[in-house]
């Protein structure tokens, strides 16, 4: 349950070898961005994701957006020492607009979201759910489409 | 706005080019099923749509669901006659349990959905919103995942 501590830069690298060897995550192009401000972005080219009307696949814009916050969850429990298997439980997703640009997700804990008391429990329980938030911004624009999510982690035994 | 009659069959292939032209869809093999009972069927195999832990990625089952909701409306309006571009606005996704066999998903209206009334709103003003119910139905066991979304189909000009 408990792993050595490692660095960001490794955690993230360890990210983008998970997504790498989901087939359909890799299929997406789906890469692993930077972890700033507590919020985990990551990026996939349009071209990859695009529907049969010239803009993102709104599977593509769910998964992307699904993605980051699953490896939000994943990130922090590992920067804690923590090994979990990662589930996303329920989901709304918004699609605001139609996206014609590249797909840029960025990430992080919802606003009611308590991630001490979410790390008390998975420590206690070995699971733990958390709300997440994600956000398809597409260059900078206002988002495109929101994710709400529920996240569950579940030690690995 | 308005195309020559095409049968069932017809409409059902026309739905599987429009997938595997979209590189997501096809890199996630899905196949259009049948249409029987005002329902839709969709599948995709486990392979092409495998997470980390062995067993269907969220991103994927979403994506399936969307899909055969998004089809059904789309395959609804051609066999009335019309071509539109069919966007999914948003829509609630409940992870049930994990999913360790091929991917079958079954789309068809929401409860309250009135699809004679979507019919004369579409032809009236070039657009109309339905809400349509997915769920996703491993091996015809209890539903593993559903999806309550509302669906836009805005008349191609």
Same mark, same amino acid.
């Given at each position: 349950m408990t792993?050595?501590?490692i660095s960001l830069p490794q955690a993230l690298r360890q990210l983008q070898a998970t997504f790498d060897a989901m087939p359909p995550v890799a299929a997406?192009?789906?890469?692993? @961005?930077?972890?700033?401000e507590q919020r985990l972005?990551?990026?996939?080219? +349009? =071209?990859?994701?695009?529907n049969d009307k010239g803009n993102a696949f709104g599977g593509s814009l769910c998964s992307v957006m699904t993605l980051a916050a699953w490896a939000w969850v994943t990130l922090q +429990?590992? +920067?804690?020492?923590?090994e979990a298997d990662v589930y996303v439980a329920d989901s709304q997703v918004r699609y605001l607009r139609p996206v014609y640009e590249d797909l840029?997700?960025?990430? @992080?804990a919802g606003? @009611? =979201?308590d991630w001490e008391g979410f790390l008390a429990t998975f420590r206690q329980r070995g699971? =733990?759910?958390?709300?997440m938030v994600s956000r398809l911004l597409p260059g900078g624009q206002? =988002?495109?489409?929101? +994710?709400? @999510?529920?996240?569950?982690?579940?030690a690995r035994r």
């Open positions: 792993s050595p501590q997406m192009q789906v890469r692993v @961005g930077d972890y700033r972005a990551v990026d996939a080219p +349009l =071209a990859a994701n695009v +429990l590992r +920067l804690a020492g923590h840029h997700a960025e990430a @992080g606003p @009611g =979201a699971k =733990a759910r958390i709300a206002p =988002a495109a489409a929101e +994710l709400d @999510g529920r996240f569950v982690a579940m």
